[in-house]
């Protein structure tokens, strides 16, 4: 029989295909309108199901069937089928399922011939029809149960919300619970410890009404012993008596002596009054014995000379070797001369001898040989630095050829070979000038302190304290001196000063100022100064006893190596930075030439150097030069030219030098 199909309503159903649901929503429709009756099949459910997890509604299955080949498909209705073949049984699996019903259809009272297929085809389909029938009405009744089903689940997770409910609000009171427990605790706790408290109260009261029985029963007898002796009291009474008579006069003579030691006390009284007149007098007196002490101070220094120069010749380094040819000579009574001998290798005019030794004599204010110390050194020149606390404009500046010293006069080694020992003379000048303004102090005198470093490179002023290099790409300010003829004062536009408070604070600017300063190597020096550096430091200084007011200049000077080009061999940038240096170096000697002579015009526009020093080389001020010279044989051309420089320096005569200080007559 062709497309007969095996139908198992407990086949799933795919969802996907919503076709077969309905076709076989038709034929369901069929088979209830024929009128065969179905057996309803026997169907428990027990409690436990309806107790577990929720089960989702699940939609009619349509009809289904399989094919010979075992694949499922959805089965045409009835009138439309084909009929080809004999009747197929159910396979064995769908017909056990069938036979598990609790009624099933009877077979045909008696078996057809072989040859009636027909009636043996209507039999069968009469039989899949009751069979269809009873599959429609298990299927209604599963949509019945899965509907029950499904009110259960709800209702079961109505019930699992109120549960939820339930132990949330059983926790909340546990928890209200166990805080009121604590809280009981506590006050339990509480009341226990007052209670023994209250306890102890008790205990003590009771301790002490037997204590105060025990003392009235003492008092008692207290009272009793002071009777008897207030009777043998009354006799001392008299005694006392007698004996307040007798302390009477002996007070009356204290007094008279107490009246004696009031006046001894108003006689010292009036002693230190007039002593403490004396000490004001005496403070006066050493004020004035200041003033005169600036004023002796400054004549000594007059007497010596307002310029003075002082040789100084640095020892040989380790790479000059020493050249017989060429020997310096020093007076063991004489520290101001020098002698320099030079031996020639040349045979005098017969031929016979050596010619003589030629001697060059030299005399200065003061004269350091190779093993002078720095102490020693600022020794000399510390009543020099005195005179900026007194007023006076002071200059010292370091001369000489490059590779001399200077640098190492003025400010010592580089940083990591510097000591105390060798401390230069900036520093040193600085520490002078705070120790003597504490001294100063207890005088009335206040001082304030500022510092300034500039440089003059190829005759154009440069900030050593700037927050940039000096030359630098970003650097776009530009410093001029600026000179005011009425007050006398030079100053520089943008320059940074910084206020000094301690002497710690200049070795700060120091090294800062090293940094940017502008060096170069030469054939006569590896690291050699192309600038001239000045540094400046301002004192202010006012007396608040007496009103007196000064303003004091300190100026620290290393100039640029002096050297000639035939000897430097300099090039490009070295050779202009070299005239520069010459250039204004010859400058400084015109403009101390001119004040020597007492010219009228001083030319100090014709370098920046000398107008940046305008108001600290004239009469206003005290000057004092360090040449510094090299004892080798291969310098001693520079070394003479620098020599024979600064003995005509010290010939001249600057004038007298003036303090910049005032007195406020109207404070």
Same mark, same amino acid.
């Given at each position: ?56 509604p ?21 009138a ?54 009873? %599959? ?7 949509v ?21 409910q ?45 204590l ?14 002071l ?46 009054a ?5 000490i +004001? ?60 001998v ?63 010293g ?15 020992d060798?401390?230069? %003379? ?12 504490y ?10 302190f ?26 776009? +300010? ?18 940074t ?44 200084g ?49 403009v ?43 310098n ?32």
């Open positions: 029989m062709q497309g007969v199909e095996n139908l198992d309503p407990n086949l799933p159903v795919d969802p996907s295909k919503p076709g077969l649901k309905r076709k076989r929503d038709d034929e369901l429709v069929k088979s209830n309108s024929s009128g065969s009756t179905l057996m309803k099949p026997t169907t428990t459910t027990s409690s436990k199901s309806l107790t577990s997890k929720p089960l989702a699940k939609a009619a299955a349509p009809l289904l069937g399989r094919t010979a080949s075992g694949s499922i498909q959805q089965k045409p209705p009835l439309s089928r084909s009929v080809s073949k004999p009747t197929i049984a159910p396979p064995p699996a769908k017909r056990a399922k069938v036979e598990t019903l609790s009624t099933a259809p009877a077979a045909p009272a008696s078996k057809r011939p072989a040859w009636d297929t027909k009636g043996r085809l209507q039999d069968m389909e009469d039989f899949t029809a009751k069979l269809q029938e009873q %599959m429609n009405s298990l299927s209604l009744q599963l019945s149960k899965e509907s029950e089903i499904q009110t259960v689940s709800t209702v079961k997770e109505s019930l699992a919300v109120d549960v939820s339930f132990h949330r609000e059983t926790e909340t009171m546990q928890q209200r619970i166990s805080e009121l427990n604590r809280i009981i605790d506590a006050d339990s706790a509480k009341h226990r410890v007052e209670i023994d408290q209250y306890n102890g109260k008790v205990s003590s009261v009771q301790g002490r009404l037997d105060a029985e025990i003392q009235l029963a003492s008092s008692k007898s207290e009272c009793e012993r009777r008897f002796n207030l009777s043998q009291t009354a006799e001392q009474l008299d005694t006392v008596s007698k004996e307040l008579a007798l302390t009477r006069e002996n007070l009356r003579v204290s007094s008279d002596i107490s009246d004696d030691r009031l006046k001894r006390l108003q006689d010292l009284e009036r002693k230190i007039d002593q403490r007149e004396q +004001k007098f005496l403070e006066e007196k050493a004020r004035d014995d200041e003033e005169i002490r600036r004023k002796l101070h400054n004549s000594i220094q007059e007497l010596k000379g307002n310029i003075r120069v002082f040789c100084r010749i640095r020892p040989l380094s380790k790479s000059e070797v020493e050249d017989k040819s060429v020997s310096y000579q020093f007076s063991k009574t004489d520290d101001t001369a020098m002698d320099i030079c031996a020639p290798q040349t045979k005098d005019v017969t031929g016979c001898k050596n010619a003589p030794d030629k001697t060059f004599n030299f005399k200065f204010d003061k004269v350091f040989p190779p093993g002078s110390s720095q102490e020693a050194v600022f020794g000399e020149i510390s009543q020099l630095v005195q005179s900026a606390l007194d007023g006076y404009n002071t200059c010292i500046f370091a001369y000489g050829q490059t590779g001399s200077k640098t190492y006069t003025m400010e010592g080694p580089e940083a990591h070979l510097a000591t105390v060798n401390r230069g %003379m900036i520093a040193r000048a600085v520490e002078q000038i705070f120790l003597t303004s001294r100063l102090a207890e005088k009335g005198w206040e001082y304030q500022q510092a300034s470093f500039v440089e003059i490179y190829n005759e154009t002023v440069r900030d050593l304290l700037a927050s940039t290099k000096p030359g630098a790409a970003t650097d776009d +300010k530009k410093w001029e001196i600026k000179h005011d003829p009425l007050s006398g004062k030079t100053t520089v536009t943008n320059l000063t910084v206020p000094v408070t301690s002497p710690e604070r200049i070795d700060d600017l120091l090294k800062r100022a090293n940094k940017n300063r502008a060096v170069g190597s030469t054939k006569m020096n590896e690291r050699s100064s192309r600038s001239h550096s000045v540094f400046q430091l301002r004192l202010t006012k007396n608040k006893v007496t009103e007196q007011s000064i303003e004091g200049i300190l100026n620290l000077i290393d100039l640029a190596g002096s050297e000639r080009l035939n000897q430097s061999q300099a090039t490009g940038d070295r050779l202009k930075e070299t005239q520069a240096i010459n250039k204004s170096l010859s400058c400084l000697g015109d101390i030439a001119a004040l020597a002579n007492k010219d009228k015009h001083i030319p100090y526009r014709n370098s920046k150097l000398t107008y940046l020093l305008q108001d600290s080389l004239g009469g206003n001020s005290k000057t004092l030069m360090f040449v510094n010279v090299s004892p080798a044989a291969s001693l051309n520079e070394t003479l030219n620098s020599l024979r420089f600064a003995q005509k320096v010290n010939a001249c005569d600057i004038g007298t030098a003036r303090s910049n200080a005032k007195i406020d007559l109207n404070s």
